[in-house]
């Protein structure tokens, strides 16, 4: 039979159909190992897009959760701390008012200077809570002094209430040393309280939040991993694979044998498999 020249046989015809198609294998082999992703563009895996953006989103919104709960968790622990430096003053304080109470035993100018150190150890707490911030605010709102060692005193039938900040500003050691003790005692037992609801609201609620959140993220993301990255063992294999085939498409297109017809076919399965 005459086949005009220029114009490929049959059976080159028929491989150029797998040695495109290994090509194509060839391409997006390499493009997967260059980018790190199976997924480069939505015709690669559309179901599988929507999957890894869904994934994507939601790991977004834990991350952002999760830095939520440290920035709480470091405020607390910042309020927790100032706390902890107000609750050594009270034990001084409420030291100085036991001493004070034991009249027969010092001075009128020892108590005076008793009372002296008291009036600035409440004041040294005002100063101290006032100071604390947290990222440029203020961690207490007014006064703290005002809220600890709230005490009622039963005087001519009537009740007065007082609290720390009265201390040196109207109570004194001098004029009574067992209320200013009192007042120092119920500071130090509202302190604890404030304190343990802290603690408990960090061992409760921040950590076991924080916990749950790094182990939902572990999750999603091995699962988006899954979807989008790229098994660089399987797609090596994959490159090599289709490089032999497309080495061989070649081979046996330049080949004008009648013979090369059926090992094309051959190859044109070994493509589609």
């Known amino acids: 039979m005459f086949m005009p020249l220029g114009i490929p046989k049959p059976n080159i015809f028929a491989g150029l159909q797998p040695l495109r198609a290994n090509e194509r294998l060839m391409d997006r082999s390499m493009q997967r190992l260059a980018t790190g992703k199976m997924i480069n563009s939505g015709k690669d895996n559309p179901a599988g897009l929507i999957t890894g953006e869904q994934l994507k ?13 440290e920035r709480e968790a470091s405020y607390l622990a910042t309020k927790d701390g100032s706390l902890a430096a107000t609750g050594d003053m009270l034990v001084e304080l409420r030291g100085l008012a036991v001493e004070a109470a034991n009249t027969g035993a010092m001075s009128e100018a020892e108590r005076e200077a008793l009372d002296i150190e008291a009036a600035s ?5 005002e100063h101290t809570t006032g100071a604390a911030v947290f990222a440029g605010e203020k961690v207490f709102e ?11 005193v039963e005087e001519g039938g009537e009740t007065t209430s007082y609290s720390l900040a009265d201390v040196g500003r109207g109570v004194s050691l001098l004029d009574d040393a067992a209320l200013v003790e009192q007042i120092a005692a119920q500071a130090i037992s509202d302190l604890a309280t404030m304190r343990s609801e802290i603690g408990a609201t960090i061992a409760n609620e921040i950590e076991p939040r924080s916990r749950s959140i790094n182990t939902e993220m572990i999750n ?3 699962a988006k991993s899954m979807i989008i990255d790229t098994d660089y063992a399987a797609e090596t294999a994959a490159l090599v694979r289709a490089d032999l085939l497309t080495q061989a498409s070649r081979f046996l297109v330049s ?19």
């Open 121 to 125: 150890i409440v004041r040294a707490i």
């Open 255 to 273: 080949l004008d044998s009648r013979n090369s017809s059926m090992a094309l076919d051959l190859l044109a399965g070994a493509a589609r498999n």
């Open 57 to 69: 989103a939601a790991i977004r919104a834990l991350d952002a959760e999760s830095r939520a709960l």
């Open 142 to 152: 007014g006064s703290l002094t005002s809220e600890l060692g709230g005490v009622e």
């Open 220 to 222: 999603l993301t091995k």
